[in-house]
């Protein structure tokens, strides 16, 4: 169970730590709808994630009959690796400079006019379509499929998977729903870090997950 579980926990977190859906979740649970919609939005995230890791899985699973690790999941993390490594050098490139502000994303200018429908194909469109998430996803299922595991221990760690990925938006849920005065503070504090620290998450995440990588493959490979 350990060797399916290990190889993938620094590529859930990395998921989990995706500043996007974290910031999406948050602006959505402070609109009128917030309540249903966020309850949409995790939805959507959770089912979007677990249908990522459940392709690659299958995939993985296929190429690899026997035991032991594959070839192909070697060749895997060089190129994500590579595109990882590649995502926080653009990142660092496009990053902010002092005293100019970023323009947000279109998307988050009409969180307050999302229904529950919108928001569920939000993010789900947010984990296909997300570099930062979807790398690390792949790369993390990538993982389960390619250890000498039975199926039934593929299976709990690819839960686990989805499980630790989907923090970033399951704990900010969680804690709106507890409805107090603290709850609305600490989800403020939480979007107001978040807005800070967005360049330097959305650099350092990928480049440090992108040399792991990048070393197992060349270490197996080599």
Known sequence: MGEAIGPMLASAVAVALSPLPLIAVLLILASPRGRTNGLAFTAGWVLGLAAVVAAVLAAGSALSPDSGGPTWSLWLK????????????????DRPRPGHVTAPPTWL????????ARSVGLAATLVVAHPKTLLPAIGG???????PT???????AAALMVLLGSLGTLLPLTVHRLGNDHSIRTLGEWRAWTAAHNAAITTAVPLVLGAAYLGDALTGLG
Request: proline letters at 3%.
């Open 78 to 93: 060089l190129a994500l690796g590579a595109l990882l490594l590649l995502l926080a050098a653009k990142q660092w490139r």
């Open 109 to 116: 200018l009409g969180i307050d006019r999302l229904t529950p």
């Open 141 to 147: 299922a990538a993982s389960i499929a390619a250890g």
């Open 150 to 156: 039975g199926a039934g221990a593929k299976a709990l």
